[in-house]
T-cell receptor, first 113, second 113 residues
């Protein structure tokens, strides 16, 4: 069964607008972690943000925030004030074991001027 | 600065040959991972290690092996390369605590002809 689902293969947004990238997950563990990574066209994987299952507050890192809805098992990434440099592939991932990550298939975000 | 490196960055080989991809990290992390990235599949876990002499199979381990003789290195070996193993390979490392993010290497693009 797929553990991480990213339903949006591609998203378009205009510069300076906010965008939400969807991620739903499936786990029976009570303790787990959710991550978002960015992969620009250069290919490297860049860690963006982390949310623990017991964290009461939504995680925020600069222009990135994670909209964590535990009952719905969703962990959407919100990027405020999009920039051209945000154009990239974005991956949601979950850790529900000790240290291994399971990744979604990714969402390609294109930011237009 | 601590880092994680992979070599070679690009490799072309022939079907049936043995290939070894190197991964070296200077973070002093106990946990190390190998993933492959294919279009439409995101990143999938091949093998991982929680410390010296420890290795574990991931989701797509068939045809691959790893060994961990020290903290810094986790080489990935393709025993007899197949065209289906043409992919981009990422190495990653993380600390031993449950919710630390994984740091990724730059990736190795492997083509098997």
């Amino acid at each position: 069964a797929q553990k991480i689902t990213q339903t949006q293969p591609g998203m378009f947004v205009q510069e300076k607008e906010a965008v939400t990238l969807d991620c739903t997950y499936d786990t029976s563990d009570q303790s787990y972690g959710l991550f978002w990574y960015k992969q620009p066209s250069s290919g490297e994987m860049i860690f963006l943000i982390y949310q623990g299952s017991y964290d009461e507050q939504n995680a925020t890192e600069g222009r990135y925030s994670l909209n964590f809805q535990k009952a719905r098992k969703s962990a959407n990434l919100v990027i405020s004030a999009s920039q051209l440099g945000d154009s990239a592939m974005y991956f949601c991932a979950m850790r529900d074991g000790y240290s291994t990550l399971t990744f979604g298939k990714g969402t390609m975000l294109l930011v237009s001027p | 600065d601590a880092e994680i490196t992979q070599s070679p960055r690009h490799k072309i080989t022939e079907t049936g040959r043995q290939v070894t991809l190197a991964c070296h990290q200077t973070w002093n992390h106990n946990n190390m991972f190998w993933y492959r990235q294919d279009l439409g599949h995101g990143l999938r876990l091949i093998h991982y290690s929680y410390g010296v002499q420890d290795t574990n199979k991931g989701e797509v381990s068939d045809g691959y092996s790893v060994s961990r003789s020290n903290t810094e290195d986790l080489p990935l070996t393709l025993e007899s390369a197949a065209s289906s193993q043409t992919s981009v390979y990422f190495c990653a490392s993380s600390e031993s605590t449950r919710h630390n993010e994984q740091f990724f290497g730059p990736g190795t693009r492997l083509t098997v002809l």
